[in-house]
């Protein structure tokens, strides 16, 4: 089964942009949809994006669209996490997810397999 490695994570200002990397291992990469996920200490775990398998079709949740672009390699079997303009409320753990489908999912527990998360600080 995939293994799933974050990576990219630590402490920033407000305003300023970071890139997530998760690496797959143990797997055929291009077979998997992938997602983003964030969880802040006592909130429930959040959707941020999704990518298909290909590539060609992402998804935002709602209170990222428009600052967070999710990419992937296939190649290099990593999806990526472009985040800009970050907000303290932003502050999380990031955790990457995979699924074996051709599109992502906004919901966690159609997700089997997870990364063990990169920590992302915002400061105000």
């Known amino acids: 089964q995939v293994q799933l490695v974050e990576s990219g994570g630590g402490l920033v200002q407000a305003g300023d942009s970071l890139r997530l990397s998760c690496e797959a291992s143990e797997g055929t990469f291009s077979n998997y949809a992938m997602g983003w996920f964030r969880q802040a200490p006592g909130k429930e775990r959040e959707f941020v994006a999704a990518i298909s398998r290909s590539g060609g079709l992402q998804y935002y949740g709602d209170s990222v669209t428009g600052r967070i672009t999710i990419s992937r390699d296939n190649a290099k079997n990593t999806v990526y996490l472009q985040m800009n303009s970050l907000k303290p409320e932003e502050t999380a753990g990031y955790y990457c997810?995979?699924?074996?489908?051709?599109?992502?999912?906004?919901?966690?527990?159609?997700?089997?397999?997870w990364g063990q998360g990169t920590q992302v600080t915002v400061s105000s």
């Open positions: 997810a995979a699924r074996l489908a051709g599109f992502g999912s906004k919901l966690a527990r159609e997700y089997p397999y």
